[in-house]
């Protein structure tokens, strides 16, 4: 079987994790701040606080900003739902607009209609690794004088007009073993703004910045230094899985036939976190079901956008009709394209995705 992903772990995150529980500090410890230190560096970034995961990462965020009832977020709703999910928490309602059908995401001409008084936030989502187009998107939040929270969770190490993602608005990251390097769980919040960090820090810890003297309403979103070692031994081949990524994408894009390839503007770096295909004529299923019988592992996201979800439609009273998102959520199917696959894994999957296509159309 050819899996969707497979996290890439060598002795060094073996050894590292031996060596932490050698030392006796096995929560939030020195490991979690080199792990901060060397990430806000590869960022672009001044300061990186390292959370428990990436849903927690993004829960600090919206708080850290002040965020709450009343308050409105702009959203993608083609989305893992955590993205969405990180406004319900605060008490903040998520507003979507929907997709680029090109990009698959948040649709930049659609932004401005969906700003109101009530707007605190646009929290864009760089979906499968590709980053969203972010100078007018930052100049639309200038303009209106809301902030922007980047979910980085696909997207570590990606550029857009030579910068890194996570560096433009408050950026989120997430270390989940699917993800382009993984700490097993964790999640990482960038800034340039030291108050901001403070803030995380703090609600990252109980409301704590001395010992046992609480200022405000925290949790425990502390990432082990367990975690942290397996994030500081997979750091430095970041780039590395992410030029493999990008090889086995182009090999795709120059092998694959009757399907739509993945659309890579010419101002920013995609780094295949999903490498996902359009299968038009309703034949999604099918080449899914064809893939798999042939040992082809693959996987849909989402099939559902977050708007359509149960959470979203009866307890929070959705209605809300965006007809991009949910033709996306019909005709998407990502294939592996994880630094784990070999040459013949690429050919395999090429030859069966080539094979049912070419098949469909005589039929
Ligand atoms: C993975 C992911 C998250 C959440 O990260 P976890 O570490 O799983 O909590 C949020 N948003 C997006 C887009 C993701 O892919």
């Known amino acids: 079987m050819i899996p969707i992903a497979r996290p890439q772990i060598g002795d060094e995150e073996i050894e590292a994790v031996t060596e932490v529980l050698k030392s006796g500090i096995l929560a939030q410890g020195p490991r979690v701040q080199a792990f901060e230190e060397a990430f806000a560096q590869i960022c672009g970034v001044k300061y990186a606080i390292a959370t428990s995961s990436g849903t927690t990462a993004l829960h600090i965020a919206l708080l850290a900003h002040g965020i709450g009832p009343g308050d409105e977020v702009i959203t993608s709703p083609f989305t893992f739902i955590a993205s969405a999910n990180s406004a319900v928490y605060v008490g903040a309602r998520p507003v979507f607009v929907d997709i680029d059908p090109r990009t698959f995401n948040i649709d930049l001409e659609r932004i401005e209609a969906a700003i109101t008084l009530r ?109 942290a070692a397996i994030g500081l031994a997979q750091l430095p081949k970041l780039e590395q899985f992410n030029r493999i990524r990008q090889a086995n994408a182009r090999f795709f894009n120059e092998h694959l036939r009757g399907v739509v390839v993945p659309t890579v503007p010419a101002d920013r770096t995609h780094v295949f976190h999903q490498y996902t295909i359009r299968v038009p004529n309703g034949k999604r299923d099918a080449l899914r079901a064809y893939l798999q019988e042939r040992g082809i592992g693959t996987e849909i996201y989402y099939p559902i956008p977050v708007h359509r979800q149960r959470l979203y439609v009866e307890e929070l009273g959705y209605t809300v009709s965006l007809p991009e998102a949910e033709r996306a959520a019909e005709e998407v199917l990502s294939l592996p394209v994880h630094p784990g696959l070999t040459l013949s894994d690429l050919e395999k999957i090429v030859a069966a995705v080539n094979e049912f296509m070419e098949r469909g159309e005589v039929l």
Do not use: W
């Open 119 to 227: 707007t605190k936030a646009i929290l864009v989502v760089h979906l499968y690794g590709l980053p969203c187009d972010m100078a007018p998107i930052m100049a639309i939040a200038e303009k209106h004088g809301v902030i922007v929270i980047e979910d980085a969770c696909q997207a570590h190490g990606a550029e857009y007009r030579g910068r890194k993602v996570g560096s433009f608005g408050t950026g989120v990251f997430s270390f989940y073993p699917t993800k382009n390097i993984t700490s097993g769980e964790g999640g990482m919040i960038t800034t340039d703004d030291p108050a901001l960090a403070e803030r995380c820090r703090m609600i990252r810890n109980h409301g704590m910045r001395k010992r046992y003297f609480h200022e405000e309403l925290g949790f425990n979103f502390r990432m082990t230094d367990v975690h």
